[in-house]
């Protein structure tokens, strides 16, 4: 991990507004007395939300008075995770997965249209909109290359569709999240190509299951009910039957301890030694 440094322009000051504040003290709440500073994430996260995306040092040390934490505590948890961002970031922040699905995919694709639109990494546009990090693996490798912007994800981008993401973002709209080339989630790209059988849903595979027929010319054979192939053969008894009924009483019988030292007591649950009386313990 790089090493993540406070930003060197900060503001005066910060506190949380009347309504973060009433969450804040509920969220607290749910702790044990002297267990406080368990919502210390939950905590900087609504402050970078109300700092407009970024977590600003006075924050931090707003955070720790609030939870009785030393100053550095907090500083550790906000310089450790990459999900608090310590200098300002656009209204849009686009986080740009490089890792190896996406990269295969055509990543170097994107991170060249967001360096023509925005910038470079870090920087963030006059009109105050647009700013951009590469970041680990977002977790949508399926539906590779993909953006997430803010909250939302936009999934299976090349140069084009991504131009197009940031334009309408740019012109006031608020584009589709979600893949763009046409395709439904992580479907197949041109549809649907398994279990495409419509009697799978139709309810009509109840008729073969009860071995009779569809009708339609295409049946599938009925599926008789048949007792498993292992009771069939006997290696089993069928269900009813309590398993070793039949065991054989030589499995039952106790067998003999044998090559047990002189003066050896007898294992618990063992015979007796030959020649030793029944109940008798062999220590001396």
């Known amino acids: 991990m790089s ?38 994430i939950s905590l900087l996260w609504r402050a970078q939300e109300q700092s407009g995306g970024w977590l600003p040092e006075p924050a931090i040390r707003y955070v720790a008075d609030l939870l009785s934490m030393a100053y550095i505590r907090v500083l550790e948890v906000a310089t450790f995770y990459t999900m608090f961002n310590l200098s300002p970031v656009g209204r849009y922040y686009v986080q740009l997965c490089g890792t190896t699905p996406c990269w295969l995919r055509g990543a170097d694709d994107l ?57 309408e973002l740019r012109g006031g709209k608020m584009p589709k999240p979600g893949p763009q080339n046409g395709r439904i989630n992580s479907a197949p790209l041109g549809g649907p190509n398994t279990l495409q059988d419509p009697n799978l ?65 007898t294992p618990p649950g063992a015979a007796p030694q030959a020649g030793s009386a029944p109940g008798s313990d062999s220590k001396q």
């Open 201 to 265: 849903y139709n309810g009509n595979y109840r008729k073969v299951w009860a071995g009779e027929s569809l009708g339609n010319g295409d049946d599938q054979a009925p599926i008789k009910k048949a007792k498993p192939a292992s009771v069939q053969t006997g290696e089993r008894k069928p269900k009813g039957a309590p398993r070793g009924t039949d065991a054989s009483k030589a499995d039952e019988e106790r067998r003999e301890v044998g090559n047990v030292p002189a003066g050896a007591s």
């Open 3 to 40: 090493v993540r440094r406070l930003d060197p322009i900060q503001p005066e000051a910060f506190e949380f507004s009347p309504e973060n504040l009433s969450w804040a003290k509920q969220i607290i709440a749910k702790y044990p007395e002297g267990r406080q500073a368990s919502a210390v």
């Open 111 to 167: 991170k060249a249209v967001c360096r023509k639109e925005i910038g470079e990494p870090g920087h963030v546009t006059a009109d105050g909109l647009f700013s951009w990090q590469e970041v680990e693996c977002l977790g949508a490798c399926t539906n590779a290359p993909m953006v997430q912007i803010n909250a939302d994800f936009y999934e299976d981008l090349d140069a084009e569709s991504l131009t197009r993401v940031l334009d």
